[in-house]
């Protein structure tokens, strides 16, 4: 089991680019939720606009070899304290994608 406090990094470049494109799935899928519900669910679009803008901009800097890493929290992650839990069912893979960001690979000591 995890603890709450070590939020684990991507540990290659492939993992992270992995880790956002899930990301950007649950974003599709928390979207088509909110098009379905959108009585209760509609405070959620601004989040959703907002996640799914960011995680494709860093795909696409990855892609275009402008990615830098440690620029500071995404421009999510203040956006997402204002929304519990239940809306985000995903909020740990978003923090894993931020904290890679923040601090880089998580490589593995050479022994």
């Given at each position: 089991?995890?603890?709450?406090n070590k939020?684990?990094?991507a540990h290659?470049?492939?993992?992270?680019?992995?880790?956002?494109k899930q990301a950007?799935?649950?974003?599709?899928?928390?979207?088509?939720a909110?098009?379905?519900?959108e009585?209760?669910m509609?405070?959620?679009r601004?989040?959703?606009?907002?996640l799914e803008?960011?995680?494709?901009a860093?795909?696409e800097?990855?892609?275009?070899?402008?990615?830098?890493f440690?620029t500071?929290d995404?421009?999510?992650?203040?956006?997402?304290?204002?929304?519990?839990?239940?809306m985000?069912?995903?909020?740990y893979?978003?923090?894993r994608i931020?904290?890679?960001?923040n601090?880089?690979?998580?490589?593995?000591?050479?022994?």
């Amino acid at each position: 089991m995890l603890s709450s406090n070590k939020i684990v990094r991507a540990h290659t470049t492939e993992e992270y680019v992995d880790m956002i494109k899930q990301a950007l799935d649950e974003v599709f899928d928390l979207r088509q939720a909110i098009e379905f519900d959108e009585e209760f669910m509609s405070e959620g679009r601004a989040l959703v606009d907002e996640l799914e803008g960011c995680l494709k901009a860093v795909y696409e800097s990855m892609k275009d070899g402008s990615y830098e890493f440690a620029t500071g929290d995404l421009p999510y992650v203040a956006l997402m304290k204002n929304y519990h839990q239940e809306m985000v069912p995903f909020r740990y893979l978003l923090k894993r994608i931020n904290e890679t960001h923040n601090k880089g690979l998580e490589l593995k000591d050479a022994e």
